[in-house]
């Protein structure tokens, strides 16, 4: 629901806030304030304009996980009913970490020499601060009217009282940001001049939306983001304002969101951000932008995402790879597609050369690797982590598995085939916020069969970024038997339908090299599952760095021989309805295998998104 910036505040807020504003700057920026610098949101009313040019790494350090708390500094309680839809959009973002369904994880392409600024977001709480705002005024607007010395000076007394966590990436634990609100009646400035008070009341200097910066508390440090009450169209997209929950309190979340990235990515405002004229930060590449993705806002709908079952209107965020990959090449997002793609060839003969090429795929945050898996036993990667799009490299800077420049396009590989059969070629693309998934095809080869373990014929085929080869050695009777080989072993994920999912389960389609038993396991983010209500048991053996997976379905796999096959694994009526609220989720499919000759157990992982 669209509603009219004044018509709404007269009857909400009154006339206070109907003063008009004068238009600020097109971006934000970085301000430094007597000494303090901030990352401004400044109150904007513009279109919005597609970035084209990057952010810059200025050396400093962003955060890796984070621990919000919320502070509502309101003497007379007045903002209770609003707190509940704050507090609420950031646990439900803390419940959905990880996930590539909402702008967060946009700004996991963003590191620094310790890695990168993961999407991994533990909400810890709120709490209402009644303490009186200063009776000295630091400001040169009328009371209440706090500055943001006087913020800080409570933030370190609130902390202190409490003990709780300080510190930018601690060894152990995620680190604390703390969100501080004001109520609708007290401005913030950020100094007393007037002129360039960069206040959040209307018309004053810069009026600002919200900002964030750090300080010092008992010798650590503390990252904090004042969010005043300012629910005008300059702070959300410069139109009639959008409230998908029909409070005001929608438009002070949007200013939450663009807070959280950019303290993430520039935490001490020495991270990501422009060099020069505005000094963006990630956010605000993108201000106002806020169509895209699964919501395309088309009437009547007034939110464009859904977070935990709860809808919102937040803007996009930056995709620096946009500026660098052609394809898919939008700079401003409020979702991260992974969908790895490629053409199968034709029935191909042995030894013939054939090329696999995976330029189709949409990957929105630029791709750090291609795993190739060809299913005769060979596989190769091209490595691109040194073309990191935030980097500024070229895509011809991708390497093969040799180390060499792989003198292909960087999404192709060449092959060939010793002998005939059907294979199952997998593309396992991981970008550059760490997400994989992957994608199988199968390839038809016409030529002789594979020699029988029992001749005695050792053969080997590989594949290398750009070529592969094949050599052979006739048998000897003095020739040990070699012990038991791994079972070899692919799945593809048919199923992209989460309502046919949901109704009739999840297809799959596997082969394995021999007899084998076993099972396929169907994990969900545990934050996720959590709130749907499922249970099951955690997920053990990932690989370090996943977020906690709940195992949500299970099913026993047993074959008499090798080759390929089709399974259906069913959910429960309770694990299907409760999927059914969601529009879009992310799942693990874990295959796990063996046989009777080889204690040694295959394990094969992949990721589906399904969409309603």
């Known amino acids: 629901m669209r509603l009219l910036f004044g018509?709404?505040?007269?009857?909400?807020?009154?006339?206070v806030l109907l003063v008009a504003f004068r238009p600020a700057p097109a971006d934000a920026a970085l301000r430094t304030?007597?000494?303090?610098?901030?990352?401004?949101?400044?109150?904007?009313?513009?279109?919005?304009?597609?970035?084209?040019?990057?952010?810059?790494?200025?050396g400093g350090p962003v955060v890796h996980s984070t621990a919000p708390y919320t502070i509502f500094w309101d003497p007379k309680t007045t903002m209770g009913g609003w707190e509940g839809l704050i507090e609420g959009y950031l646990e439900g973002a803390g419940q959905e970490s990880g996930a590539l369904t909402n702008a967060f994880d946009v700004a996991s392409q963003y590191g620094d020499a310790s890695g990168k600024a993961a999407y991994s977001m533990n909400f810890r709480g709120g709490f209402t601060d009644v303490d009186s705002?200063?009776?000295?005024?630091?400001?040169?607007?009328?009371?209440?009217?706090?500055?943001?010395?006087?913020?800080?000076?409570?933030?370190?007394?609130?902390?202190?009282?409490?003990?709780?966590?300080?510190?930018?990436?601690?060894?152990?634990?995620?680190?604390?940001?703390?969100?501080?609100f004001t109520p609708p009646a007290a401005t913030v400035c950020l100094e007393g001049d007037k002129a360039n008070g960069h206040c959040s009341k209307a018309g004053v200097g810069e009026s600002l939306c919200s900002y964030h910066s750090f300080t010092t508390v008992s010798s650590a440090t503390v990252l904090y983001a004042v969010v005043p009450w300012t629910p005008r169209t300059g702070c959300q997209d410069g139109k009639g304002l959008e409230l998908p929950n029909k409070t005001l309190a929608d438009v002070i979340v949007n200013e939450v969101a663009a807070e959280q990235v950019a303290t993430v990515t520039d935490p001490l405002l020495t991270g990501w951000h422009d060099t020069g004229g505005e000094l963006n930060e990630a956010p605000?590449?993108?201000?106002?932008?806020?169509?895209?993705?699964?919501?395309?806002?088309?009437?009547?709908?007034?939110?464009?995402?859904?977070?935990?079952?709860?809808?919102?209107?937040?803007?996009?965020e930056f995709d620096q790879a946009a500026l660098y990959d052609g394809f898919p090449g939008e700079p401003c997002l409020n979702e991260v597609r992974q969908e790895p793609r490629f053409t199968s060839p034709n029935p191909v003969h042995s030894g013939d050369l054939v090329t696999f090429n995976a330029s189709q795929s949409v990957v929105d945050l630029g791709v750090a690797k291609y795993n190739w898996s060809f299913g005769d036993g060979t596989s190769t990667e091209v490595n691109c982590e040194g073309r990191v799009p935030t980097s500024g490299f070229i895509p011809a800077k991708c390497n093969g598995s040799s180390g060499t420049g792989n003198p292909n396009s960087v999404a192709s590989v060449v092959h060939h085939y010793t002998y005939g059969g059907v294979y199952d070629v997998t593309l396992t693309l991981i970008d550059d916020g760490g997400n994989p998934a992957s994608v199988t095809h199968e390839v038809t080869v016409s030529g002789p069969a594979p020699p029988s373990p029992s001749s005695g014929a050792a053969t080997s085929s590989s594949g290398t970024g750009s070529s592969s080869s094949s050599s052979s050695s006739g048998s000897s009777n003095n020739t040990a038997k070699p012990p038991p080989a791994k079972v070899l072993a692919t799945q593809s994920i048919?199923?992209?339908?989460?309502?046919?999912?949901?109704?009739?389960?999840?297809?799959?389609?596997?082969?394995?090299?021999?007899?084998v038993a076993g099972r396929f396991e169907v994990l969900l983010a545990s934050s996720i599952a959590h709130k749907l209500g499922l249970k099951g048991a955690s997920a053990a053996g990932l690989a370090e760095g996943t977020p906690a997976q709940t195992i949500i379905a299970k099913a026993i796999l047993v074959t008499t021989k090798g080759g390929r096959g089709t399974y259906k694994i069913k959910f429960s009526k309770a694990t299907a309805s409760r999927l059914r609220k969601l529009p879009k989720v992310s799942l693990m499919i874990r295959m796990v295998v063996h046989n009777a000759a080889s204690p040694a157990v295959t394990t094969v992982l992949d990721t589906v998104n399904l969409a309603r």
């Open 7 to 15: 018509s709404l505040l007269a009857v909400v807020l009154g006339v």
């Open 494 to 515: 048919v199923s992209r339908s989460l309502s046919s999912v949901a109704k009739g389960g999840l297809v799959i389609r596997y082969s394995v090299s021999e007899q």
């Open 133 to 180: 705002f200063p009776e000295t005024l630091n400001c040169s607007e009328a009371a209440p009217c706090v500055s943001d010395a006087q913020i800080r000076t409570e933030l370190a007394k609130y902390i202190n009282a409490h003990g709780l966590p300080t510190g930018l990436n601690p060894a152990t634990g995620a680190t604390p940001i703390y969100f501080l």
């Open 284 to 316: 605000d590449k993108c201000r106002n932008s806020f169509t895209g993705g699964l919501f395309q806002l088309a009437p009547p709908e007034d939110f464009n995402q859904v977070i935990a079952g709860v809808k919102y209107y937040v803007n996009n």
């Open 33 to 58: 304030v007597e000494g303090v610098t901030y990352g401004v949101q400044p109150e904007d009313p513009a279109s919005p304009t597609e970035p084209t040019t990057p952010l810059s790494y200025n």
